[in-house]
């Protein structure tokens, strides 16, 4: 019998909910990359318009996949899309699908979510709490399970700034089972009443619910063979399949996008917090590392359940002031050819002090702006722009100015119990990880899958003399307003000298 990680996968049989987010695709490339899995089953649901065989088709068309398909060009053989719905009570799913799941899949990787922070509770229940339970409940139908690896967050426990690889039951106003039982009797506009009293100290509906969704696993995995994974805020990748890919405007990535637009040009954040940044091709490699571990405890009784935690190392700390750097270190170099204004950023920690900043380098400059462009018979868009910028920023302003501690000792050790040739093919040593080198692929990343802007001479070139012309009239606006600011002080002197 084949040994390892790699051993463990081979001929196997895997569900994954959450396949078409952000970590769920790098998952779903790595396994069909590294490893020689039979089937992978995918719980997807129609959306926007599109069905479940267009979603899979434009899915398999991103370049996270170009180079999976140029070694094995039948590897999407190997994946079924189930259709589900983890918004739905009972996921939606015919009974003939759930007979072939629970019939064979030994392996199941949940993933499944909603990521925004102020999405209504009653939907985020469903999806980040309820949905948990039902997959669990579908994991203990399942004749041939080997390991189960929910992806929590290792925000879900945020109400303390010291986290550890364990359960926190106690900072819940009530547990689970009763929210999802008061969820099923009330209804959906008098739960969403509840929020602040059912929250707590928890700073929104995310990183309550998935809170919830890890008490579920406590309370009801029973002997299940199952882990918990908790990564921190995931952004771009390091290095597979591609240097900084990214699907979307995520967290830290969408401010360093609006700066190199030239949109964003203050924020409110405290220069010496921590940030808690992993890169998604790392968290992929500890979910799938983490599963390996989880099968061998089969069989055993378990106290609790196992937590992996993957955060930046101690020892390689990434603070907001290092952040703020390596993004703007580079912007001569590789500047979006879409810049509406020089690219900089000033960063202030008191809040009443944003907020008046925000009026003069936001408010004003996107009102001048949307001015501009009725004038031209186009249709303004800057001001509601900043508008949703200022509410997610109130949103982010715990995540903005706190440091967290993050215990990652059970993930430690499961990269001690690799072998040298896996701790290379799944990597994710974070004390490895240089920083500077990350952001230079980030923001070319950035540029190239966010921007849509090539990596080729001339359009880097175009984009440096763009940013050179606004360089110059950046500068040449400031002293302007100086020269004003200088005539209209001399003005105010020449007066009070004439009074007296």
């Known amino acids: 019998m084949e040994s390892g990680i790699q051993g463990f996968y081979k001929d196997k049989t895997v569900l994954v909910t959450g396949a078409t987010g952000f970590l769920g695709k790098v998952i779903i490339e790595k396994l069909l990359r590294a490893t020689d899995v039979k089937r992978i089953y995918i719980l997807v649901r129609c959306k926007r318009g599109r069905t479940i065989g267009e979603r899979i088709l434009a899915w398999q068309k991103e370049p996270l996949f170009a180079g999976l398909l140029q070694s094995r060009p039948k590897a ?37 979510a909603t990521v925004r922070f102020n999405e209504q509770l009653h939907v985020a229940l469903a999806i980040n709490t309820r949905a948990t339970r039902l997959l669990v409940q579908l994991a203990k139908q399942m004749v041939k399970l080997e ?31 009763k929210v999802l039982e008061m969820s099923e009797l009330l209804s ?106 989880t099968s061998k405890k089969r069989g055993e009784k378990m106290a609790v359940p196992d937590i992996y935690t993957l955060a930046p190392a101690e020892q390689n700390p990434l603070t907001k002031r290092n952040f703020v750097d390596y993004a703007l270190s580079f912007r001569s170099q590789y500047p979006l050819t879409q810049m509406i204004w020089y690219p900089l950023l000033h960063c202030i920690s008191s809040s009443w002090l944003f907020h008046l900043a925000a009026f003069f380098f936001h408010t004003l400059p996107g009102h001048a702006f949307d001015l501009a462009l009725r004038l031209a018979g186009r249709k303004p868009r800057l001001v509601d722009v900043y508008r949703k910028i200022h509410t997610n920023m109130d949103m982010l302003k715990p995540f903005m100015n706190t440091t967290w501690h993050f215990d990652t000792k059970n993930t430690d050790r499961l990269r001690e119990l690799m072998s040298a040739e896996e701790r290379r093919v799944f990597f994710f040593d974070m004390a490895g990880l240089e920083w500077r080198d990350y952001f230079q692929h980030a923001l070319l990343g950035m540029r190239l899958y966010l921007g849509k802007d090539p990596p080729t001479t001339e359009s880097i070139a175009q984009g440096q003399r763009l940013f050179k012309r606004l360089k110059l009239l950046h500068h040449a606006l400031q002293a302007a307003l100086c020269c004003v600011a200088g005539l209209v002080l001399w003005a105010l002197l020449k007066t009070l000298v004439f009074a007296i």
């Open 76 to 112: 999407f053989e190997r994946v079924l899309a189930v259709a589900g719905d983890c918004l739905h009570p009972s996921l939606d799913m015919s009974e003939s699908d759930r007979g072939t799941l629970t019939a064979e899949v030994q392996i199941v990787i949940h993933g499944a």
């Open 147 to 177: 390991a189960f690896v929910h992806v929590s967050t290792a925000f879900s426990n945020c109400v303390i700034d010291r986290i550890e690889e364990k359960f926190y039951p106690e900072h819940l106003s009530c547990s689970s089972a």
């Open 188 to 293: 959906a506009e008098l739960m969403d009443n509840m929020t602040p009293a059912l929250l707590g100290a928890y700073p929104n509906t995310y990183t309550y619910t998935k809170a919830l969704a890890e008490d579920v696993i406590l309370r009801e995995a029973g002997d299940l063979p199952i882990s918990i994974f908790r990564p921190a805020v995931i952004v771009a990748s390091h290095k597979e399949p591609v240097c900084g890919w990214i699907d979307n405007l995520y967290g830290p990535i969408a401010i360093i996008y609006g700066v190199a637009r030239g949109v964003l040009r203050v924020v409110n954040l405290d220069m010496n917090t921590c940030s808690s940044l992993v890169p998604v091709d790392y968290c992929a490699n500890v979910a799938l590392a983490s599963l390996w571990q």
